[in-house]
C-alpha cells in the first residue's frame, strides 16, 4: 500500500527566453483540495490553469503556491522622467521655502508625485505570452512532482511508525488471549474465593444478591468481544 501524507514542501526554478521563473508549493492536512496562490501582478490569468493542475495530481490537502518572476534587463521597461514638469514642482518647491520656510524638497520626494515618473508598460505578442505561461506550468509541474515525492517518503515514514504500533498491538492481543487468567473456570473459581472471604468476614451480607452480582462481575470479565475486535 502506497501511504502519503498530506504534509510537504518544494521548489523548482526555470528559465524562458532571458526570464527568470520559481515556484514554491507547500501542503498541509485538508479534507478536499484548497488552493491558495500567490501571483505576480499581471499573470492572474494562470490562476485557473494553476488550481487545475493542482487538483488533477492530488486528492486532499491544503496547497499554497508562490510564483516569483523575474524579467531579464533588456525585458525590463526603463522609467521614463517628465523633465519639465519635474523642474517646474522643484521652483514651486524652492518659492515655498524661501516665502513660507517651508522644508526643502527631496529627489525622492519629487520624483514620488504623479506625473514625474512614468514606467511604461511592455508590450509582448500572443506567442510570448502563451510560450511564457507554457514555461510557467510546465515548471509548475515540477514543483509538484517534488511536493509529491516529499508527502510519500513522510508517507513511507508514518507507514513504517504505524506499522510497529500494529505488530505491538498483535503481540499484546494475543498474550491476552493466550493467558490462562481469562478463561470462564479460572474466573469463576477467583470470584467464588473472594465471595467465601467476603462471606466470612461478615455474615450481614445476602447470600443471593451477592452470588449474582460474583455472576454479573463473571460476565464483564470476559474479553471475548475485544480481543475478536482488535483482531
Known amino acids: ?34 488552493v491558495r496562490l500567490r501571483l505576480p501582478q499581471g499573470l492572474e490569468r494562470l490562476e485557473p490553469a494553476v488550481r487545475q493542475t493542482v487538483q488533477k495530481r492530488f486528492a486532499r490537502g491544503n496547497f499554497q503556491a508562490t510564483l516569483t518572476v523575474g524579467r531579464a534587463a533588456g525585458q525590463q521597461a526603463q522609467p521614463v522622467v517628465n523633465e519639465a514638469f519635474l523642474r517646474d514642482l522643484a521652483g514651486l518647491a524652492k518659492r515655498l521655502q524661501e516665502q513660507f520656510g517651508a522644508a526643502p524638497a527631496t529627489a525622492d520626494g519629487l520624483l514620488s508625485l504623479r506625473g514625474v515618473l512614468d514606467i ?19 515548471a509548475l509541474e515540477v514543483a509538484l512532482g517534488g511536493l509529491e515525492q516529499a508527502r510519500q517518503g513522510e508517507g513511507a515514514a508514518l507507514r513504517s511508525l504505524l506499522s510497529g504500533h500494529i505488530d505491538a498491538i498483535e503481540a499484546l492481543t ?4 493466550a493467558d490462562p487468567s481469562r478463561e470462564p473456570a479460572v474466573i469463576r473459581e477467583r470470584i467464588t ?10 455474615a450481614n451480607l445476602d447470600a443471593s444478591r451477592l452470588h449474582m452480582e460474583a455472576a454479573f462481575l463473571a460476565t464483564k470479565a470476559d474479553i471475548r468481544e475485544e480481543i475478536d475486535r482488535l483482531k
Do not use: C, Y
Request: proline residues 1%; glycine residues 4%; charged residues 25%.
Open 1 to 34: 500500500m502506497n501511504l502519503q501524507s498530506m504534509t510537504g514542501f518544494a521548489r523548482a526554478v526555470a528559465e524562458h527566453d532571458g526570464t527568470s521563473i520559481a515556484w514554491e508549493v507547500k501542503s498541509v492536512n485538508g479534507k478536499s483540495v484548497e
Open 120 to 138: 511604461p508598460e511592455t508590450t509582448e505578442t500572443e506567442e510570448a505570452r502563451a510560450a511564457l505561461d507554457s514555461a510557467i506550468l510546465s
Open 174 to 177: 494475543l498474550r491476552a488471549e
Open 193 to 202: 474465593e473472594q465471595v467465601r472471604l467476603l462471606m466470612d468476614a461478615s
